[in-house]
């Protein structure tokens, strides 16, 4: 029998939110969360009505948090906040109406007319039919605004159409058997069934994170690889520093600005500060003074530094900071002394982090070498 009350209508509402809090990213900006097989088994337990409300209210909460975190780490808006309330309610809006349409279109609500109970052929022909229409069609309406926004089809359908679907799909049987087992004098049955439906989605996020940081780890020994050949091949200071800024950028996307300081080939009391700007491309070349700003609370106590929002730093960048908000150094030692420094620049705050802080030190090592030589 379909399901009117409250506690049902939370008890599904519950799952869908744990399952997009558990959702991770295929691709950059597009985050994948395995809750559509328990849109379908809402529908079918609760009615097409019911359950389009509820993942219209569940996708519009969940985009709205995720927007309000990037803006949080953003030093200013990618595009203008009417723009982005918009996808916040056209994202769940559309996800809700578009389960309400299914579900009205294969006659989800006719399942229990004069209070028969179908039969489990029955409801995994509902199941399969109604999901497998929700994923194509919600996939293909992505994929038209990304084409619009100027993204390739083919890359949207290898990267996230085709996994997504198939992922999303492979949870299609545990759906049929939410809604051939549910019953609302069993709430511990659906207890149980709900909990297995978020360990296999908290199974994939673990798997998908774990590729993700093996892809990185594997980008990480190429970059390391690739400067080691570029600072071994430089005999001269100006091509090494050259090569130096162009390797750390690329290994590093959060970064803006590459600064490297160092004596240069004259010696000195005064640091030259090497500066390659990502956007410009271009260099700029600047002398400091020995423990000026960041730069010299590294080289003075040989340590690591990251600064995750200079505004709320006490310490300043010198010349030529405007807009930096985040920042990390490390020290370049050469026969025992910190005697100059790498560091990395955002105009974003918390731009950084641990793998950043890693990569940066392993580059410096390198750096020292060839800058001994």
């Not at 939410?178 to 149980?192: I, K, P, Q």
């Not at 005999?235 to 950028?249: G, H, I, K, S, Y």
Request: with cysteine; hydrophobic share 50%; aromatic share 6%.
């Amino acid at each position: 029998e379909r399901s009117t009350g409250a506690l049902p209508f939370f008890l599904f509402l519950v799952v869908i939110v744990a399952a997009r809090a558990m959702a991770f990213r295929l691709v950059p900006g597009s985050v994948l969360a395995l809750d559509s097989a328990f849109y379908v088994a809402a529908a079918i337990c609760l009615g097409s009505i019911a359950a389009g409300r509820m993942v219209a209210l569940a996708l519009t909460l969940d985009a709205l948090l995720r927007l309000l975190k990037d803006e949080r780490s953003a030093v200013q808006r990618a595009e203008p906040a009417a723009d982005s309330l918009a996808y916040v309610l056209y994202f769940g809006g559309m996800t809700g109406a578009l389960l309400m349409a299914c579900g009205w279109i294969f006659g989800v609500d006719r399942m229990y007319d004069g209070g028969a109970t179908p039969g489990v052929s029955s409801v995994a022909a509902a199941v399969f039919t109604v999901g497998t229409t929700l994923l194509v069609v919600h996939y293909a309406i992505q994929g038209l605004r990304l084409r619009l926004a100027g993204q390739s089809t083919r890359t949207y359908l290898r990267a996230l159409a085709l996994p997504g679907i198939l992922s999303e799909a492979s949870l299609m049987p545990l759906a049929a058997v939410v809604v051939h087992f549910y019953h609302d004098d069993n709430a511990l049955g659906f207890v149980l069934l709900g909990t297995t439906y978020l360990l296999v989605n908290f199974v994939f996020n673990r798997l998908s994170r774990a590729s993700a940081e093996l892809r990185v780890r594997v980008r990480e020994l190429e970059t390391l690889n690739s400067t080691a050949r570029r600072l071994g091949a430089s005999l001269e200071l100006q091509p090494l520093v050259e090569a130096v800024a162009r390797e750390t950028l690329a290994a590093i996307p959060a970064a803006d600005i590459l600064a490297l300081t160092h004596r240069g080939s004259g010696g000195g009391d005064r640091l030259l500060v090497d500066c390659l700007d990502r956007e410009r491309d271009a260099f700029e070349r600047v002398h400091v003074d020995r423990g000026q700003g960041a730069a010299g609370h590294v080289m003075a106590t040989g340590q690591t530094l990251t600064i995750a929002d200079l505004a709320a730093s006490e310490l300043d960048l010198g010349p030529g900071s405007t807009g930096v908000r985040s920042w990390l150094g490390v020290p370049i030692v050469m026969y025992g002394t910190c005697d100059g420094v790498l560091a990395v620049q955002s105009r974003r705050p918390r731009a950084f982090g641990d793998r950043d802080r890693r990569l940066l030190e392993s580059i410096a090592l390198q750096v020292a070498s060839a800058l001994q030589n």
